[in-house]
């Protein structure tokens, strides 16, 4: 959480204290607090002395003999002080006698006109009023020109931001009086620009206070979240929401803007009573016209056919000959070589015949 979110968390609680309201329903308000136990404890715990520092009294001045003392005290030292040595002013060189026989001098060459324009800044005599204003003016405007082309850049929170904005407030006053027929146009362009910086300024600088003027382009009433065009997200507490938000309402809204949670939290929302300047398009399908047809009695005239060109074939290209393959020589199985019996010479016993 954002230590300036915090800070406005902090200071609308205090208010609503001081108004009756407790602890408890203050913290209620706000349920993205669930999320950082840490620092709720911690806004709890502040938000405990609250009641504590109405009760206390101002301090009692310090009593008369004491402050007589005081003074006599700073009386006294101040006499006893030594005072500075005055000033001398400072005499300035005697300059050296001319000599009676001077030699003759030349005419001066004419001068140009650069130089007689020159030459009222390079005497040492002090400046005309006329000249003196001129250059007051001439300064004035290149100051102010750098200025306002530097703030060109500048975003909400901007120490230069102030004079962009006053500058485009001037421009647009300036465009209302000289194109009173475009006043739609001009106000919703002037309010789009202003919503497009904050939303630039949401994720490139930290939390900054605003104050916007804009349309409502969409409404989420179950999560308290509202759309000004062109797409600023901001999320509007219970107590400030309004059952007359819905698309094409012109709201003033102050609030700050939460980096962390990629949208802005409003402190105050008001829907002024008078009609707005302009309204968002509303979202139609487009319709098809009426087909043309022929009045009765009359034939549609042909019209007149181009004479056809000759067409130009492109130019084919030659297929160059290509190398004829050569016949590879074909496998042959060659068979294994059969293996030879070797003759085994065993003994045959001899019969013998019985003895009788």
């Known amino acids: 959480m954002s230590e300036l979110f915090f800070d406005s968390i902090f200071e609308v609680c205090c208010v609503r204290i001081e108004q009756g309201a407790s602890i408890a329903e203050c913290l209620a308000s706000y349920p993205e607090l669930s999320r950082y136990p840490e620092q709720m404890a911690e806004l709890a715990a502040a938000l405990a002395f609250v009641p504590t520092l109405q009760t206390l009294a101002a301090p009692p001045p310090p009593p008369a003999r004491l402050q007589g003392e005081i003074r006599h005290q700073f009386l006294a030292a101040a006499a006893r002080m030594t005072p500075p040595p005055p000033r001398v002013p400072a005499t300035s060189p005697a300059r050296p006698a001319r000599s009676a026989a ?32 001129m ?30 904005f006053a500058s485009k407030s001037v421009g647009l006053a300036a465009s209302l009086a000289a194109y009173p027929q475009d ?16 939303q630039q300024a949401l994720y490139l600088r930290p939390s900054v206070r605003f104050r916007l003027t804009g349309m409502v382009s969409g409404v989420h009433p179950n999560q308290h979240i509202i ?9 509007v507490p219970p107590e ?26 409003a402190t105050s929302l008001v829907i002024p009573e008078w009609k707005p300047l302009y309204s968002l398009p509303p979202q139609a399908t487009p319709t098809l016209g009426p087909t043309p047809t022929l009045a009765p009695g009359k034939t549609p005239m042909p019209k007149p056919t181009l004479k056809p060109r000759p067409t130009r074939r492109p130019p084919t290209n030659t297929p160059r000959p290509t190398n004829t393959p050569r016949r590879t020589a074909t496998p042959t199985r060659t068979p294994l070589a059969t293996p030879t019996p070797t003759l085994v010479w065993t003994a045959t016993p001899t019969p013998t015949r019985p003895a009788t």
């Open 135 to 164: 250059l007051v003016l001439l300064a004035i405007i290149t100051f102010g020109t750098a200025t306002l082309s530097v703030a060109e850049a500048a975003l909400p929170g901007d120490a230069l931001y102030p004079i962009k």
């Open 102 to 133: 001077l030699p003759r001098q030349r005419p001066a060459p004419a001068r140009t006109w650069w130089e007689r324009l020159l030459e009222p800044f390079m005497s040492t005599r002090p400046l005309s009023p006329a000249w003196a204003t």
């Open 227 to 235: 759309f000004l065009d062109p797409g600023l997200k901001i999320r």
């Open 183 to 198: 006043a739609e146009k001009i106000n919703r362009t002037f309010d789009e620009e202003r919503t497009r910086e904050l």
């Open 240 to 265: 400030l929401w309004d059952d007359r938000l819905e698309r094409n309402v012109m709201v003033i809204i102050e609030g700050v803007t939460d980096p962390g949670f990629g949208l802005a939290h």
